[in-house]
């Protein structure tokens, strides 16, 4: 058992140095530490508690927040579970946001970078790159309508070139380029296939008469 003044320590030692296993109060009373140590610093599982009720619980390595673990963020309830290095996400890992949002990817020392699926509370989904937590590069966003857009992205914006999938069956064919003073567009509308065929169809039969 830990002792409950601040700034001490009860559990496992091994000259006149904390290993094993034990539990810690740190002398600001902010921090507590409960698990396993080596050679006086936290190493190996262990849970890291917040005077506010955050807390991470995963694993240590020499004294520092490194490999896998689950972080609480009590301030704004978002939970985070995967890859940390240095107190930091980074690498693979899924973020639950207390408003429903849910992003799952990679991370690059707490930015959302790399590729990623990021799906918002009411349901839309985008999946493909991400550049300083926006979509940038090629990605895939599925509207709550049933659209579907699948295309270049520039720091949350469509531009480039890419496709729009509308939940009737008709798409359209987008190309966006930069110009000094504006975004130039070109758009291209599509019919259903089903409306192909019939077309087709049609120019048969007139054919044979």
Known sequence: MADSSPGLYRGEMKEQRRNGYGRYIYSNSFFQYEGEWKEGKKHGHGKLLFKDGSYYEGEFMDGEIVGNGFRYWAHTGNTYSGQFLYGELNGHGVMQYKDGKKYEGNFC?????????????????????????????????????????????????????????????????????????????????????????????????????
Request: glycine fraction near 12%; aromatic fraction near 8%; hydrophobic fraction near 25%.
């Open 109 to 209: 020392y707490g930015i959302q970078e790399g590729h990623g699926r990021l799906t918002d509370k009411d349901g839309q989904q985008y999946e493909g790159s991400f550049y300083k937590a926006k979509r940038h590069g090629g990605g895939k966003m599925r509207f709550k309508n049933g659209d579907e857009y699948e295309g270049d992205w520039v720091l949350d914006q469509r531009q480039g070139h890419g496709v729009l999938h509308c939940a009737d069956g008709t798409f359209y064919e987008e190309r966006q380029r930069q110009h000094p003073c504006m975004i130039m567009s070109e758009i291209k509308k599509r019919a259903p296939a089903a409306d192909l065929s019939v077309k087709m169809s049609e120019a048969v039969i007139q054919t044979h008469h």
